[in-house]
Every structure is written in structure tokens, then in C-alpha cells.
């Protein structure tokens, strides 16, 4: 059977399938798998009492359950949800939100599908604008979402050594060069995979720079302020007018719900809630229905700060010791782990790619992911892509342990 | 700003945009609106408290609440509803079914622009091809899903006058010629919004003709068999290897958890979990985690017999007397209702057309459906188009009383 062009492109091999097929596998299995390969959150005993108590109240309340289950939303997803996010940012930041600042998709990931084919790709005058990411290593799921070939463009980063085995990347504001084919620029922040934060210098030098040219500056923050909050530096969350800032209820723990959140200027939520009309009909209610009264009352600030926070705060510590005792003698570094739940390993030694690392440890039962999925838009041939690893500490604290021993052991049997 | 091409395509005022931003104003709205317009299903007592049964049985199941909330599932959709589907349907059809013939889609509209994608449009090798509704008037929600122009192609039906202002739909086999430009031939059964229910005849002749011309045959079953079996006439669900059969929640009562079902071949099925992966990264896993008991048990196919069908059915009955008695005088025809929650009027007189009958009654909290958008892809001008309404009987039964009478009133008035 053949498939269209486009058909083609989207069902292909892609990383995206191919992390998803392995999490999904090793979720479903009955091995022993060590899990740090996907973008699953923990199960947080606190935020599951909290969720379990959530259903049973809406349980009991029939019309709240009717908004949850029984009535599609509007275009731009559930209103009062939408209300409620507006007001608790704009009493907490003091940015000049509203319910039409706000749209929901269904997931982060569609709303990135929506998103960059909306601001880049092919356009009526015949031109071809592409979306900038400022600094690869960056989000492996933005590298299939273009409708059109050749959509994203990126650069390396500067890398500043810090000892102790850390280093971190930083925008190389030198060679950032924005040009007409430039659609919008576009970081995560926290970075997915490295847990890199961007600086609030960097922030400020990339929104101006945005402005100057004319374009958006997309800001991913589904690991970010002010939920869930997943971010062991002070730094401060950006928004203006020229910002499109995404936010997830995935992190809080509900990443089968499919809720993704952009914020933005009206025009963009207003063609994003057409897209979503067309391509979705409507998008889920579940989760704004869900965390409403915890958006209401500011609850979900509290519960990112004292329990999310610092619940991945210490699974990261524990990773880090078990990273610098079972790599010991190798020649590897971390990424200084600033927020999100991953390490982001550089193995400057590493004989084969980490591509072959990923293969071998998956005979091994150990899930990772490997590195050349993290350079969405860099072209050029850069030895790195292949010397860096991403490791999840989200999963089972004894198995990612375990996982990281094994890493150690094939690393060392590699000579690297 | 200025958006790309396909950004203007998707953002762009459509009929289904006009819809669900009608419907997410009426359902928000304080004022007393008769909304006869939207697909959102009725809110049954019944299953309203056996989904509350469900969501306080699960709030006390740790291990169901994660995999409802908290796992992301494999790129097809939840693994053990779709499992547990592939056994309902094998045992109580003797289809040959496997969880690798069933893709879960986020909401059945997602699923048809994955679909229609994945099977037409712009070929590799210069070619284009279209999608067949081998009979409209047909679902509005398909026509804008294409990512390129022109992508639908539509048939006229012919009549058939039943007498007591009823008459049906039947497809114009001799005019159906299939070429080499159609990619697939796509219906829906029961049909939104006419309430058709293709004759078991019929579907067969659409089964053979697609095998024989080698392109696959899309039965879009929302409304239908097993569940949530809104049909009001004895007829044979159909599936074979080459066709298409999709199925939804939103009809049980589920609209806003999003969850659409593909029933394919395994290849078929394979390219969907692979655009799953890459648009969506993953599938909403709530409404099958809610659901699978009630499959697993075959209690689905029971309520939805027991209490689904006789409850539409009886508001059908209602509806359909409402409006022989309010148009009364006027020269309109029904079409007969078998099934899905719509009927469909035929207003030969009209003096204006349905879409400015859609403004009329609008200005009077009436909300309706106006013809003109149910015929995608069929470009030819035809007056029947413009002569047509579609009124949904799901929502409050006084609303729909008086909605049905303020339009016989302006019918009256237009002398139609």
C-alpha cells in the first residue's frame, strides 16, 4: 500500500517512534528493565494521593464531572481553566494575561506541531522561513514536526567547563546571526535533554534580539515556572507580548491526560484555537478540569515548590553520586544538572557512537537515550552529537542505579 | 504577523470553527440558548453514574490511576484497551482482530486528518490523489482537513420519497466511477447529519468496488455498532482487511477525553502509531483506562443497547413529532432518522438560503446547523445544498421543543 508524501514523512522511523516504542515496551514489560531512556514523570506518592482525592471529589460532583468528560470545550480549550491560569499568573508574575492568552493543545507536542508549521515552513509569496534554535542540545521530538523539509536551523553552543566533572552550555550570541529565513527563535527551558537553564541574561539577550527582528521568541517550559517547577536555580520566568511561552500538566504527573498550554498574544492563541478546531475539534478536558481548583487556590504553585521540586532535587543528587562512583576513571562530564529530571553525559572518549552505546545497553535491559537525536536543525558534522548521552532519573531510584552501574561497566569494557 | 501557508490554512474561519465556536459560546453562555446545533451527546443519567462508579473505583486503585494519568502509552494507544477491544470484537463478530489492527487517535477528528494524510494528497512521484464520499451530504469536520487543496471529491445520492415527508439517501452506484486518482472511498454509518443508515446492500456494493479498484474503504462508525450503537434500524456492521473502521468514546458520553479508535490492517495501523509519535508523542490514555472494564465485560455493547439506543431513540420520536406538528403547512421533508442524534431537513421552498436561515434563528437563541457545510468535496452547484438544516435532538428536550417551533414561526414568515 502506498502512502502520500506527507503520510511518508510523519509514519517514518523517526527518534520520536523509536523512544516511544522502547518506553512503551519496557512500560508494558515483564523484565526487569532499567528505565532512563523517555520523558516519563515519577510517580510522587503525594501528587498521586492528591490526584486520586481530585477524581473521587469530581466523582461526586456531577457537573463538574459533565465539564470533564461530557461537553466538548471551545476552540481554545475549557475557559474556566483558562481564566483561572490567566489570573494566577498574572497575580504572580504580573504579566497582563487573560483567558485569551491562553490556549490548550492536545499535549505539548501537538501544540509544537501546531505552532512551528503556523509560523514556519512555506509561505503564499513563495518564501521559506525556518525555525532558529539557539542552542542544540535541544528537544529531540521538535527534529520530525515540520510539514515541510529543511524547517529548523540551529547552532552549537559555547561550552564552559566548571570542574568537578560539570560543564555547561551557553548561547554563542556570536554567531547568532537572525537573517529574513528566520521564523521565530525557539529554547527549552529548563532544557530537555540536558537540564541546562538558560541564564536570565541569556533570556533577556535572546527576547530582545527576537524583538529586534521582528520574530517570536518560543519558550518550552513544560519542565519550568511556576509549575511544575522542576528547577534547582534561582532564575526568573520570562514572558512578554513577543513571547510564546508553553506550559505542561504532563511533569505534574499527567502525561496521559494530553495537555499542553501556550500562552501568547491573541493573534496567535486565536489561530491556534482555529487549528485546533479543524485538526482536533476540541481539545480534552480532562486536565483543566482536573487541576482548576488547584490553579484557583494557588495549590499547584505550592505543591511544584515543596514536593515536586525538591522530589527530583534529590533523585538528581542520588543520580549524580551514582554517575561520578560507577564512571570513575573514565573520562566523561555531566551537564550541571539545573533542572528537568535528566543527566546529560559527554563522553569525550567514546569509540563508537552513542547510538552503538544505546544498542549495547539495551541488550543489557538498560534504557537510555542516545545522544544524535538532541541536535534538531544542526547539519554539520560535530563530533559531540555522538559523545553524549541522556539519562532519565525520574524512574525507579534502585533501577537507574543499577542502570548507570551497567553504563559504567560498558564504558569501561569500551576503553572510554 | 503573518503566518505560513499552512498556518493560514488550518487558522482560517471554517465551517467547523463557526461550529464549535457557537457551541463553546451557547454552552458557556447565562442566556437561554435552544442548542440544536453541535454534536455534543446527551447527558444521560444512567451513564453519567456508572462513569462516576468508574472514576471513584479508579481514585482507589493506585496502579489503574497511573496508567490513566500518569504513564504515557506506546504510540498506538494504550496497550490493554486495545487488547481488550480486539477480543470484544472478535468474539462478538468473528472478525479476525489483534491489538495490532486498533490505533487509538487523540479524538476521532485527529484521526481522520492522520488518516486522510496518510492515504491522499501529493505522492512522491508527482501524482494526486482524493478521498471519495461516495454519497453527500456528509460529515462537515472532513472538509478542511486536508493539508492540500482539493483533496475531497464527492458524489450527489439519489432520493428515494418514503411518503409521510420522510425520504433516504441511497448512493448513485452509476455514478460512482472510480478512477486512478481516488485513494480511498470514505462514509459514514449512521451518517452525521443526515442520520442515514447505508442499507447492508450498499455497503457491501462500496466494499466490493473498493477491493476491486485496490483502495481501502473508511467506515466512520461513531454513532454506530457495537457501541455506541445509536442506530435505530436493524443493520450489519461491516469490516474486511481493506476496510477503514473507526470508532469513538464521544458518543458514550466521552467527548472530552478525546479518544478516537482504527480499526485496520496492521500496516495501516502501523503508519498512524508512527504519526501518533511524531504529531502527538503519545495518545490520551483516560478514556481507555475508564473504559476497558466495560469492554472487557462486553457491558458496553449491553448499555449501550439497554440504555444508549432506547434513550435516543425515544428523543427522536419526540423530535420528529415536534416538527410535523410545528411545520405543519410548510413543505419540508425529513430525512428518516435511523440513526446518529440529527434530523436533517429538506426545505425545497426556501427563499433564502439555509445559511442565512442558520443567522435568522441565531438572532433568536436558536442554534442549529446549516446544510451548505455537509458537503465536502462536492463542488458542483446544486440547490439542494443550500435547502437544507441539521438539528441535533441530544440536548434538553424543551430547548429542542421550542427550538423546532421558532422555526416553524420563521419558515411561516418566509412563506417557505
Redesign the interface.
Known amino acids: 500500500?502506498?502512502?502520500?508524501?506527507?503520510?511518508?514523512r510523519?509514519?517514518?522511523?523517526?527518534g520520536?517512534?523509536e523512544?516511544?516504542?522502547d518506553?512503551?515496551?519496557a512500560?508494558?514489560s515483564e523484565a526487569d528493565v532499567m528505565m532512563l531512556g523517555?520523558?516519563?514523570?515519577a510517580?510522587i506518592p503525594e501528587i498521586?494521593a492528591l490526584?486520586?482525592?481530585r477524581?473521587?471529589a469530581?466523582?461526586?460532583d456531577?457537573r463538574e464531572?459533565?465539564?470533564?468528560?461530557?461537553?466538548?470545550?471551545?476552540?481554545a480549550g475549557e475557559?474556566q481553566f483558562r481564566q483561572s491560569l490567566a489570573t494566577l499568573l498574572r497575580s504572580t508574575y504580573g504579566w497582563p494575561l487573560d483567558a485569551d492568552n491562553i490556549a490548550l493543545t492536545?499535549?505539548?507536542?501537538?501544540g509544537f506541531?501546531?505552532l512551528f508549521?503556523?509560523?514556519?515552513?512555506?509561505?503564499?509569496d513563495g518564501s521559506t522561513?525556518r525555525i532558529l534554535f539557539p542552542l542544540t542540545p535541544e528537544y529531540a521530538?521538535y527534529n520530525?514536526?515540520g510539514?515541510s523539509n529543511d524547517m529548523f536551523v540551529a547552532r552549537q553552543p559555547s561550552i564552559e567547563q566548571l570542574g568537578g566533572r560539570l560543564f555547561k552550555y551557553h548561547v554563542d550570541f556570536d554567531n547568532l546571526v537572525i537573517d529574513n529565513s528566520i521564523?521565530a527563535l525557539c529554547v527549552s527551558r529548563p532544557c530537555n535533554p540536558t537540564g541546562n537553564v538558560l541564564t536570565d541574561a541569556e533570556m533577556q539577550g535572546l527576547g530582545e534580539l527576537a524583538r529586534a527582528h521582528g520574530v517570536p521568541l518560543i519558550v518550552d517550559s513544560a519542565y519550568g515556572l511556576p509549575f511544575p517547577q522542576i528547577v534547582f536555580r534561582d532564575c526568573e520566568p520570562y514572558w512578554d507580548d513577543n513571547v510564546i511561552l508553553t506550559m505542561s500538566l504532563s511533569k505534574l504527573?499527567?502525561?496521559?491526560?494530553?495537555n499542553g498550554i501556550v500562552i501568547a498574544r491573541p493573534?496567535?492563541i486565536?489561530?491556534?484555537?482555529?487549528?485546533n478546531?479543524?485538526?482536533?475539534?476540541?481539545?480534552?478536558?480532562?486536565g483543566a478540569?482536573l487541576m482548576r481548583e488547584l490553579v484557583d487556590s494557588g495549590d499547584v504553585i505550592d505543591i511544584s515548590r515543596k514536593v515536586i521540586r525538591p522530589y527530583y532535587e534529590s533523585r538528581m543528587r542520588a543520580a549524580l553520586e551514582s554517575v561520578h562512583s560507577s564512571l570513575k576513571g573514565r573520562n566523561y562530564f555531566v551537564h550541571r544538572p539545573e533542572g528537568a529530571f535528566f543527566l546529560w553525559l559527554w563522553l569525550p572518549d567514546l569509540p563508537i557512537s552513542s547510538a552503538e552505546l544505546y544498542q549495547r545497553l539495551k541488550a543489557r535491559d538498560v534504557i537510555v537515550l542516545p545522544g544524535e537525536h538532541f541536535f534538531p536543525g544542526l547539519g554539520e558534522d560535530w563530533p559531540h552529537k555522538r559523545q553524549c548521552l541522556r539519562l532519565s532519573y525520574a524512574q525507579d531510584a534502585a533501577a537507574v542505579e543499577r542502570g548507570i552501574a551497567a553504563l559504567g561497566e560498558e564504558l569501561h569494557a569500551l576503553g572510554a
Not at 500500500?1 to 511518508?8: H, L, N, P
Not at 492536545?106 to 501537538?110: D, F, R, T, V
Open positions: 500500500m502506498e502512502f502520500s508524501t506527507f503520510g511518508k510523519y509514519a517514518r522511523r523517526t520520536a517512534r523512544l516511544m516504542d518506553l512503551g515496551a512500560m508494558a523517555g520523558g516519563n514523570p510517580h498521586q490526584l486520586a482525592d477524581l473521587r469530581l466523582s461526586n456531577a464531572l459533565r465539564r470533564m468528560l461530557g461537553d466538548y470545550a471551545s476552540p475557559l492536545s499535549g505539548s507536542q501537538s506541531f501546531q508549521n503556523l509560523l514556519a515552513g512555506q509561505f503564499d522561513r521530538g520530525d514536526l510539514i521564523a504527573g499527567l502525561p496521559a491526560v494530553r493573534e496567535i486565536d489561530a491556534l484555537a482555529g487549528m478546531a479543524v485538526i482536533s475539534l476540541a481539545v480534552g478536558s480532562v478540569v
